[in-house]
């Protein structure tokens, strides 16, 4: 998952032309509006330039399909999909989040959850909930536990996702949009554990200074019986970078 801050260390902001003698520039209008010039913006040495396919320009959902794979290439679709609120890419079998930092509307409501619900993984496009039916269904096409693996910087939002994941989970597996108490327990559980464990710190104004294994226990009938958060790593507060 990634916090938006990494495009400003990874991207070049605007669009560039990159001249035989490697120079990078950017268009600009004169005062008067009338003519275009350009103007030297800055130096790129030629082993922080990489070659382009035109046909990653406007974005893939898939990055396994790019043609070129490259810290620039990756960080360009995933800023040119970022840019049109499309925060899911996947990688092969991964799953890219970018943090929004907004909420983006439609993207996570009941509609949502239902339509991801009876689409296999790939026939939409890359989302959270996709990758939690994936999930829910894998247990019984496969019968074998599963498991999901959330990592990134410290405000990329990983709580969020897992908080996502859990909803998709009670959802579909009580069959209603209604949850029941197991479901309604796990769920409501995060601002508990969040109460304890969470501080404000210069990067997220509600940080995790703790590591969660949430473990989710399935019936055969398909419902949630039950479940177990383990914490770990709970840091001390004095060790940690707190605002
Ligand atoms: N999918 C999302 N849509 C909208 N806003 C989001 C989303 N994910 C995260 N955010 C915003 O970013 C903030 C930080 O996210 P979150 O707490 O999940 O990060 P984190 O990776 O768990 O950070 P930490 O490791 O510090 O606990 C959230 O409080 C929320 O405001």
């Known amino acids: 998952m990634l916090g938006s801050g990494w495009f ?11 001249l035989p003698e490697v120079q990078c520039y950017q268009s600009s209008t004169c005062c008067h509006g009338s003519s275009v010039t350009r103007v030297p913006r800055c130096k790129l040495g030629r082993q922080k330039l990489f070659l382009m396919n035109p046909a990653s320009y ?8 790019l043609p070129e794979l490259h810290d620039g290439a990756i960080m360009h679709n995933l800023f040119t999909r970022y ?21 983006i509307p439609g993207l996570y409501d009941a ?3 239902e339509l991801y619900s009876q689409h296999h993984l790939g026939d939409l496009p890359p989302h959270i909930y996709a990758l939690a039916n994936e999930c829910y269904r894998c247990l019984w096409k496969r019968s074998d536990s599963q498991c999901v693996l ?11 996702s897992t908080k996502l ?7 579909v597996s009580s069959g209603t949009l209604r ?10 559980s995060s601002p508990i554990m969040e109460a304890f ?12 200074r703790f590591g969660k294994f949430i473990q989710l226990h399935f019936a055969q009938s398909g419902n949630i019986q039950g479940g177990c958060i383990i914490h770990y790593l709970l840091e001390k507060l004095i060790n940690s970078p707190v605002v």
Do not use: H
């Not at 959330?150 to 939002?157: F, K, L, M, Q, V």
């Open 111 to 113: 509609d949502a959850v």
């Open 83 to 103: 840019q049109q609120d499309l925060i899911y890419t996947n990688i092969g079998s991964i799953l890219a989040a970018v943090n929004p930092y907004k909420q």
């Open 197 to 208: 464990g969470n501080a404000k710190t210069v990067y997220n104004n509600n940080s995790s």
């Open 58 to 65: 406007r974005g893939m959902e898939d990055m396994a399909t």
């Open 179 to 188: 949850e029941t108490r197991v479901e309604q327990a796990i769920i409501q």
């Open 8 to 18: 400003k260390r990874f991207c070049v902001p605007t669009p560039v032309w990159v």
């Open 165 to 171: 994941l859990l909803k998709f989970l009670s959802v």
């Open 150 to 160: 959330i990592s990134g910087e410290s405000g990329a939002g990983k709580t969020e």
